[in-house]
Each structure stands twice: as structure tokens, then as C-alpha cells.
């Protein structure tokens, strides 16, 4: 799904690479968290695996395509296969949350039916159903990330990158959203976050990746945050291992009317047209634990169970 081979990053007028012989493999349906301190090359990383930058060595290829042989005008096509979150929402200041989920859609030139269709689900699916007329100067910063995570799902990646998506939010805050991360994870779509939230990773026991100084130094699958490399404050964060009290999902009825797949075709980035939305990618229906989305702002519920992905999911692409 996503491979690094050998990839160094030094950006022009600086002699120390941002990211030095970096190789992984992050397979399909995957959550992964990418750690390490300021400066230790997260951000490149990504900015990698999006194209939005290119390696001064070594390849990467992400949904089996090499990016060095995307040309320039394939690259808007090849990032539709990718959603992005950031740290400071980038929402659209004048816009609703309906146009501004919306207009990402309508940039790719979906259809207004399609549109009228999808922007209210995904607003459902992120717990923002009653809010699709607000501003996002009427939202707290929970809400506005939930937001900004509906557009980058709304056209259904098959990844989502998220750049400390959590740095600007509250603790309980911030365990809401990582519930809607692992709902959208289990949903089949493969979770490539950088963090140095030290509580929400222990938390998670997903696969962390640790950076120091552009270099991999760890990569452990249910791993926890403790290093010696890199020193982290944690903060005070609640414990969720109670069992969720069973509630109608909103979730749940979304994922029904899509099958899961055993062999979904990686989507292209070609001219070729959409395919229709249903078919992409992969609804898988979460086989663990009752999942419970919190009420935007709120924190979240008073026990739950964190989702994780089905083995079924943890397929090479
Ligand atoms: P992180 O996201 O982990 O904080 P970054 O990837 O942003 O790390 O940065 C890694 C290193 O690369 C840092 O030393 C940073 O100063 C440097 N760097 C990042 N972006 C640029 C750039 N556009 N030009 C020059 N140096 C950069
Ligand atoms: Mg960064």
C-alpha cells in the first residue's frame, strides 16, 4: 500500500537530510502511527507519500504505483485515493461545513446528486449530522477537525494521512476523534497518523513507527510510546476498557449497504471515470467491538471499546 525503499530527503540549502534511508512497508488496512520529536522528519513523510514533495534518494511507491513515474498531470488523480488532515483543520472560513466537505467533491467534479447524497453521510459518520449550516467560527476545535475529517474521507481514500491531527485538542477531545480515526480505520480505509501524543498511542496498541533525526529507530506492531529517544509529557487522559453500553450506531447502518470484498483492485490514477461510489473502497464491517461515537465536544461516552480493524483487512496491497 504504501513503500518506502531507501528514501532520503534533504532539502535544498541544508546539509543534514529531514529523512535518511527510510524503508517500510505499511500494508492495506493498517493503522500506524508515525512518532517521534519535532523536527524528526514526520512531516516529510508525509508530504512524501502525497507527492507534494519528491525523495532526493531512493523510491516510494503508494497504491502500487511508483511515484517517480507519476507525471506532474497524473498527480491530481493520484491524490484522490488519498485524504489529508492537519493539526489546524484548514477549513474554509466562509463556507458552511456542508460546502466545505462539498467542495472538495464538486473540485473533482462529482456530481450535484452524488454531492446531496454523500456530504450529509459523511457528516453523520462524524458525528456532525445536525451541523452541516454552521460556520466553523461557530464549531469548537473538535467539531472543526471532525469537519475537516469528513472532507478528507467524503470520497471514500483508501488512506487517510493525518499530521498531528490532534496537537490543537483537549485530551478528551482528542479521544474522540482517534474513535472516529479507528471507525474510519475499520471501515477499510488504511491510517498513516504523525503524533507525539504520547497518551493516544499507548492507548491505541497499533504499529508505531519512531523517527529520530530522519531515521527509523522503531517499528513495533501494538506498540506503546515509550522511548528513551524522545521525552513526552503525558497528559492526563481517561481509560476506556469498560464495555460500550450497546446504542443505536450511526456507523453501523452506514457501512450496510456496501459487501466487504476480499480482492478490491487498487484504484488508478487514470482519466478514466470515477467508478460509481459504491464500489470504492472496501466496506469492511468492524467484527470486534460495538463502536459509539461520541457527541462532538463532548469526549467521549462513558465506556467503550477502541475498534480495530479486522486481521481480514491486513492483506498486502
Ligand atoms: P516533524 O514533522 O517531525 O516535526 P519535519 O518533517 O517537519 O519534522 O522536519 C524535518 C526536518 O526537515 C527539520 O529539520 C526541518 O527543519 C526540515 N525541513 C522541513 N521542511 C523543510 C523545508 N521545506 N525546507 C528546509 N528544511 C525543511
Ligand atoms: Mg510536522
Do not use: C
Request: net charge neutral; no cysteine.
Amino acid at each position: 500500500m504504501i513503500r518506502f525503499d531507501g528514501v532520503t530527503k534533504t532539502y535544498p540549502g541544508t546539509t543534514r537530510p529531514a529523512l535518511n534511508g527510510v524503508s517500510l512497508e505499511v500494508l492495506k488496512g493498517e493503522f500506524v502511527f508515525l512518532v517521534g520529536a519535532s523536527g524528526s522528519g514526520k512531516s516529510s513523510f508525509l508530504r512524501l507519500v502525497l507527492k507534494e514533495d519528491k525523495p532526493t534518494k531512493g523510491k516510494i511507491f503508494v497504491l502500487g504505483q511508483d511515484l517517480g513515474q507519476i507525471s506532474s498531470g497524473k498527480v491530481p488523480y493520484f491524490r484522490r485515493s488519498l485524504g489529508v488532515v492537519f493539526q489546524d483543520f484548514r477549513l474554509l472560513p466562509n463556507k458552511t461545513v456542508f460546502d466545505n466537505v462539498a467542495f472538495t467533491l464538486q473540485v473533482i467534479g462529482k456530481s450535484k446528486g452524488f454531492i446531496q447524497e454523500a456530504v450529509p453521510d459523511v457528516l453523520k459518520l462524524v458525528g456532525l449530522g445536525g451541523k452541516q449550516n454552521r460556520y466553523p467560527h461557530e464549531l469548537s476545535g473538535g467539531e472543526q477537525q471532525r469537519v475537516a475529517i469528513a472532507r478528507a474521507v467524503v470520497n471514500k481514500p483508501a488512506i487517510l494521512l493525518a499530521d498531528e491531527p490532534t496537537g490543537n485538542l483537549d485530551p478528551a477531545t482528542s479521544a474522540g476523534i482517534m474513535t472516529l480515526l479507528s471507525t474510519i480505520n475499520a471501515n477499510g480505509t488504511t491510517v498513516l497518523m504523525a503524533t507525539h501524543d504520547a497518551g493516544i498511542v499507548d492507548q491505541m496498541k497499533r504499529r508505531v513507527i519512531e523517527l529520530v533525526g530522519g531515521q527509523i529507530v522503531r517499528d513495533e506492531h501494538q506498540g506503546g510510546y515509550q522511548t528513551q529517544a524522545v521525552p513526552v509529557a503525558r497528559s492526563p487522559r481517561p481509560t476506556f476498557d469498560e464495555v460500550a453500553t450497546p446504542a443505536p450506531d450511526p456507523v453501523e447502518e452506514l457501512l450496510s449497504p456496501v459487501e466487504a470484498t476480499e480482492t478490491q483492485p487498487e484504484p488508478e490514477a487514470t482519466d478514466a471515470p470515477e467508478p460509481a461510489p459504491a464500489s470504492v473502497p472496501p466496506v469492511v464491517k468492524p467484527t470486534t467491538s460495538t463502536t459509539v461515537i461520541p457527541e462532538p465536544g463532548s469526549g467521549p461516552p462513558p465506556g467503550f471499546v477502541w475498534p480495530t480493524a479486522p486481521d481480514s483487512l491486513r492483506k498486502k496491497s
